[in-house]
């Protein structure tokens, strides 16, 4: 029957239907056994493991095994397992134990006692060391029921010697505790002792918990098992770098939302400053229209005081107007604010009456003047003819003026449609690539020619991959372009950040 390379202290064995299955050890070396799937799992004494492929496909019969080291001469012991029996450990029937040397003391586990042909025996010291003497009296005896015992004077009493079973490898202690948890739970040095690597006593339990979760099958390999134990270290870790991140946006967002506040407080902090030098300046103002002894307003007083129209020329008539008032009539911006437009309008009246006042005597003057301007008449001719002449003058030089303003106007048109031209040859060199990659790749040049930004050297082949992913109708434009290098930039960013 052939064997594959034992791998990490396990053998596994391509069952054969026409060939006899031996297993070249004897009963004392066998630990357990248990079926995961349609695989036989023969765990050693020494921790090694044997694994038999598809033993229990249904579409074949189920042979006998042959166990026993061959001495010349000697039949080999033959152990018969049930051929409907579950994912788990398996008890054993016992159809022969010829293959015992007389003499040889022999460790029966207790996991191969508990169905032994005879089926009504239930005398077997477990755990004890026993002669084939013995073990042939309790199959050739089929009516005792009681705990068997051994008269030494008869050859037939157990060895002095009696041993705890051992559980196998740490293997088969991790595949045992996936098929019943009753069975001893793995420590963290069970793993490490059995090549698994990552396995600690913080995520003992949580690694143990998905072994009890899963089926032998699939944790009878150190393979398996080093990746189950990567894969659930991998989540954890992504599960705390996620849980890091929340909590840092928000420590984030709490710090956000102080600086808010303390800028809504200090938004209010100086609104109520501004608002008490506008009080203080008020209270002048209305102290001064109570008693004119006070101290008079200043220019200042009144800006302070959120009024308007108030100037160094018409200050003091506005103070004026304040004194002649009561302080009830000026004890707020509105009450002095019209104040100050009563006197301004007053000001005005009074310069226009001053302004008629001269518009008359300028009348007087302009009847005295005008015989002196008769007599200048024909020098006023003569300045108008002057003034003719330096009138076309000035024409000619307006159409000079307008001709060079046309000429420059032209030449800034054509630097215009020179420029456009770069950027449209540009475009059209990128959104030919976006058509066909065969095309010239676009350059850092390119780019900057069309009139984007935000393309370097070290994000250029990622951001021409995306131009080479689009079509051209969507990259004929530095719109269309720009709205392209935005969108892997984010993606750039979006990847470094994963």
């Known amino acids: 029957m052939p064997t594959s390379k034992p791998t990490n202290n396990v053998t596994t064995i391509l069952h054969n239907v026409d060939q006899p299955l031996i297993l070249n050890v004897t009963l004392c070396d066998i630990s357990t056994y248990a079926r995961t799937g349609s695989d036989l799992v023969v765990t050693m004494g020494d921790g090694a493991v044997i694994i038999v492929k598809d033993y229990f496909d249904l579409s074949t019969p189920l042979p006998p095994i042959h166990i026993g080291k061959e001495h010349a001469g000697e039949e080999l012991l033959l152990v018969q397992l ?83 079973i051992s559980m196998g490898s740490a293997l088969a202690k991790i595949i045992a505790y996936s098929l019943d948890t009753s069975n001893p739970t793995p420590s963290a040095e069970d793993y490490t002792s059995t090549g698994i690597s990552g396995v600690t006593n913080e995520n003992l339990n949580q690694i143990n918990a998905m072994i009890e979760s899963m089926r032998p099958a699939d944790v009878d390999s150190i393979d398996e098992l080093q990746t189950l134990v990567d894969e659930h270290n991998t989540k954890a870790t992504l599960e705390q770098l996620a849980a890091e991140q929340a909590e840092a946006e928000q420590a984030a967002a709490e710090q956000q939302a102080a600086k808010e506040q303390a800028a809504a407080d200090a938004g209010q902090a100086e609104a109520d400053a501004a608002q008490a030098v506008i009080d203080e300046a008020v209270a002048k103002i209305a102290a001064y229209a109570d008693d004119n002894t006070n101290p008079a307003p200043s220019m200042e007083d009144y800006q302070a005081a959120s009024t308007t ?68 008449a024909e020098q006023a001719a003569a300045e108008a003819q002057a003034a003719q002449e330096q009138a076309e003058a000035e024409q000619a030089a307006a159409e000079q003026q307008a001709a060079e303003e046309q000429a420059a106007a032209d030449a800034a048109q054509a630097e215009a449609d020179a420029a456009q031209a770069v950027i449209d040859e540009a475009v059209a060199k990128i959104a030919a690539y976006a058509d066909d990659s065969t095309n010239p790749a676009p350059s850092l040049e390119d780019y900057q020619a069309a009139g984007t930004t935000g393309v370097s050297a070290e994000n250029l082949d990622s951001i021409n991959a995306r131009i080479d992913s689009t079509t051209g109708v969507l990259a004929d434009s530095p719109e269309e372009i720009q709205a392209q290098i935005d969108s892997q930039i984010a993606q750039n960013e979006a990847d470094a950040q994963a």
């Open 309 to 376: 129209g108030v100037t160094a020329e018409n200050l003091d008539s506005i103070n004026a107007r304040i004194d002649s008032t009561e302080a009830v009539f000026a004890d707020s911006p509105e009450e002095i604010q019209t104040q100050i437009d009563g006197q301004i309008a007053q000001n005005e009246a009074d310069a226009q009456a001053a302004v008629e006042a001269q518009a008359a005597a300028e009348a007087q003057a302009a009847q005295d003047q005008a015989e002196a301007e008769q007599l200048a």
């Open 82 to 164: 049930d051929k409907a029996a579950p994912d788990g450990p398996i008890d054993i029937i016992f159809n022969d134990a010829s293959g015992l040397a007389n003499g040889e003391a022999c460790l029966i586990p207790s996991s191969q006692t508990s169905t032994i042909s005879p089926s009504n025996i239930a005398g077997i010291a477990i755990g004890s060391a026993i002669g084939l003497a013995g073990l042939n009296q309790l199959f050739s005896d089929s009516t005792s029921s009681a705990q068997r015992t051994f008269d030494t004077a008869s050859g037939d009493s157990p060895s002095a010697e009696i041993s705890a």
